[in-house]
C-alpha cells in the first residue's frame, strides 16, 4: 500500500473495499445493534495523507446511514516526519480537502497535531516517538471527553449532543480547537487551602498566572470568560516556512464556544450547575453580550498514569495521578487556520478542483468572524 500519500488514493482504497466488503455492514453494524442508547460515532484518522480521503467517504457513508447520530471525527496530522517542501505542500493539501469534507458529514471536527510546536517545560517528549506522541493525544482526548462517559445518575454527565450545543453557536461550527494543562493535584489541594503554597513542587504552578486567569474566569462578572489559556495547544499550525511567507503577528483569538473538563480539585465555580435552570436563556444572555457560551464539567477522577505510560510528565506527580484541565473552543484561530490552508490550496490544487475547494475553506473561514471582526482580520487574505 505504499506510497500512501495522496489524498485521492483514499478515496480509492474505500471504493475498492466498500463494494467488495459493505464496510459499514462488516465493520459497524453489528456494534450498533448492541448498543441502547447509542451517543454517537467517533472516529480517529490520519488527516494529511490518504487516511484522510479514506476517512471521508467512510464518515459520508456514516452520515447517510445514521443521518440523526452525532459523528465526532478526530483528524490527527504530523505522523510523517521529515521530507523537503513539496512532500509538506503536499501534507498541507490533503489537510485541506480532510478539512473541507470532514467538517461537512461530521457533527463535529477535531483538527490534531500530533507533535505541538510549543511545549511547557514539564512536557519532556520524543518527537520520534509514536509510544511518546499517542499518549500525549491520549491524556487530552481521554479528559476533554471524560463527561461524555460518566455514569447515568452522575449529575454532571452530558453527551457530545450537549458539546456540540455549546461549540457551535451559529449553526456552521463544526471544528473546534483542542488545549490542555497537565497539573499536580497536591499543588491544587494546597491551593485550595487558605495558607497553600502551590508553588513548592509544581513547575506548572510557579508561573501563577494560571491560576489567576482561572480565578478570574471563575467569576461570574467577568467580561469575557473565553476561558483560561492551556499549555498546550494542539491546533496544527506552521505553514509559513511551507508557503514562504512571513509569519504574521499574533492577535488574540475570538472564542465563540468552549466546553472545559477539569479532572481533579480544582478550586472553580461548576459552570454547569447554573445552567441546569435554564440553559438556553443563558447561552442567549451571553451571545447577546457578546460574550462565549461556556460550559464546564469537574470530576474527581484524576487522570492515572500507568506502569506502561511513557514518562512525559516530569515533576508533576509522583503518585501516578495527574489532574488535566482540557478544552474544547470554536474560535477565530480555526478561521485563520482555513486561510493559510486556502492559501495552499492556491498553490498545489488543479483548476477543476481548486475553486470549490478554495469556496468552501473560505465558507469554513467565515464561520468564525460572522458576528465578530476584530478590525484587521484581513491583513493576511492576499
Known amino acids: 500500500m505504499q506510497p500512501f500519500e495522496n489524498y485521492a488514493s483514499g478515496d480509492e482504497l474505500f471504493d475498492s473495499l466498500d463494494k467488495e466488503h459493505d464496510l459499514l455492514d462488516r465493520d459497524l453494524r453489528l456494534w450498533v445493534e448492541e448498543c441502547d442508547q447509542m451517543q454517537g460515532v467517533q472516529v480517529f484518522t490520519g488527516s494529511d495523507d490518504a487516511w484522510g480521503g479514506f476517512a471521508s467517504r467512510y464518515v459520508e457513508r456514516l452520515r447517510d446511514e445514521y443521518g440523526k447520530v452525532g459523528i465526532w471525527v478526530w483528524g490527527i496530522d504530523g505522523w510523517h516526519q521529515g521530507g523537503g517542501k513539496d512532500k509538506k505542500l503536499l501534507e498541507a493539501t ?125 467569576s461570574k462578572e467577568a467580561p469575557d470568560a473565553a476561558g483560561t489559556v492551556l499549555d498546550v495547544d494542539l491546533l496544527p499550525e506552521g505553514l509559513n ?44 444572555r451571553r451571545r447577546l453580550h457578546g460574550m462565549p457560551v461556556l460550559e464546564r464539567y469537574q470530576s474527581s477522577l484524576l487522570f492515572e498514569v500507568l506502569d506502561t505510560f511513557p514518562d512525559i510528565f516530569r515533576g508533576v506527580s509522583e503518585s501516578g495521578l495527574v489532574a488535566v484541565h482540557a478544552s474544547l473552543s470554536t474560535s477565530s484561530t ?4 482555513a486561510k493559510e490552508l486556502q492559501k495552499v490550496v492556491a498553490r498545489t490544487v488543479g483548476l477543476d478542483e481548486r475553486e470549490s475547494l478554495s469556496n468552501g475553506l473560505g465558507e469554513v473561514a467565515e464561520s468564525y468572524e460572522e458576528g465578530w471582526s476584530s478590525g484587521s482580520d484581513n491583513d493576511n487574505d492576499d
Open 241 to 284: 516556512e511551507t508557503l514562504g511567507s512571513q509569519k504574521s503577528v499574533e492577535k488574540a483569538a475570538h472564542v465563540f464556544g468552549r466546553v472545559e473538563s477539569l479532572r481533579g480539585p480544582f478550586a472553580v465555580h461548576d459552570l454547569g450547575s447554573q445552567y441546569d435552570d435554564d440553559e438556553e436563556y443563558i447561552r442567549k
Open 94 to 218: 490533503n489537510e485541506a480537502r480532510a478539512l473541507h469534507d470532514l467538517s461537512t458529514y461530521a457533527s463535529h471536527y477535531v483538527p490534531i497535531s500530533n507533535i505541538p510546536p510549543h511545549l511547557p517545560t514539564y512536557i519532556s517528549l520524543n518527537r520520534l516517538s509514536a509510544w511518546h506522541t499517542s499518549a500525549l493525544l491520549a491524556t487530552a482526548i481521554e479528559s476533554v471527553t471524560l463527561p461524555c462517559r460518566s455514569r447515568g445518575d452522575d449529575r454532571r454527565r452530558t453527551t457530545f449532543n450537549d458539546f456540540e450545543a455549546a461549540l457551535n453557536t451559529n449553526g456552521n461550527q463544526r471544528i473546534s480547537q483542542l488545549t490542555f494543562s497537565v497539573l499536580d493535584p497536591q499543588v491544587l489541594n494546597d491551593k485550595r487551602k487558605p495558607d497553600g503554597d502551590s508553588s513548592r513542587s509544581d513547575p506548572r504552578a510557579r508561573n501563577s498566572q494560571y491560576f489567576h486567569a482561572l480565578a478570574e474566569e471563575d
Open 334 to 337: 480555526v478561521a485563520k487556520r
